[in-house]
């Protein structure tokens, strides 16, 4: 059997799936009212796509500059970030099922933060999270300056303790506790954020 050139998403049709074939994609979609396809190089950007929705796939063309790709991203993953409003300031931080987007844990906000401490934080939570649940998958974070604490399993932030962010400094020492007494498995990724777009978990304020 040829390999096909193009691959075909029906996101409304008939029967909507991935079609290697126009003449299969036509079947599903002539006559139909309303019928949303398209036409894709790889079967992985089909599939992609057909995952992301219609509307989900429509916002991320709007939303993600034309050279961005996904080749390369291990999709069997989660996705921390985090955002600050201010340096210090309101801060919070999640972690997401990186194919999907679904929210796993969101934390904060916490007052007089920083956005390293939160990605800090939240790629701790998600270790343990995975760890709970006996994962080993990967974890992707677009901080290096995070990847670099856990490392050193140390919050190197020159943040100062103070009554705004005592909650904060709590987690903080939780965090670094967690890391000294518990080993695990999980990569952690760099998100290449030039190549790919935002991290599937940001929180897009930018």
């Known amino acids: 059997m ?11 049709g008939y029967e909507p799936g991935i079609y290697s074939t126009w003449q299969d994609c036509k079947l599903q979609i002539q006559n139909y009212s309303n019928a949303k396809y398209k ?20 916002k991320h063309k709007k939303t993600a500059p034309s050279q961005f790709t996904t080749e390369g991203i291990e999709w069997k993953s989660i996705a921390v970030d985090a955002a600050s409003s201010g340096n210090p300031g309101k801060m919070e931080y999640r972690g997401v099922v990186t194919k999907t987007k679904q929210v796993l844990f969101h934390m904060g906000p916490f007052p007089n933060g920083t956005n390293n401490i939160g ?26 300056i995070a990847m670099s604490w856990i490392r050193q399993k140390k919050c190197k932030t020159k943040l100062s303790k103070n009554s705004k962010n005592e ?18 498995k999980n990569p952690i990724l760099k998100w290449e954020t030039k190549s790919w777009g935002e991290i599937p978990a940001d929180f897009g304020r930018k």
């Open 2 to 12: 040829a390999k096909s050139s193009k691959y075909y998403v029906v996101w409304e």
């Open 39 to 58: 036409s894709f190089k790889t079967l992985e950007e089909a599939k992609d796509a057909y995952a992301m929705g219609f509307f989900g796939y429509q």
């Open 119 to 144: 990605e800090f934080l939240a790629l701790v939570h998600g270790l343990a999270f995975l760890k709970d649940k006996k994962s080993d998958l990967p974890v992707y974070t677009d901080s290096k």
């Open 167 to 184: 909650k904060l400094f709590e987690l903080i020492k939780r965090a670094e506790i967690w890391l000294s007494k518990n080993t695990f």
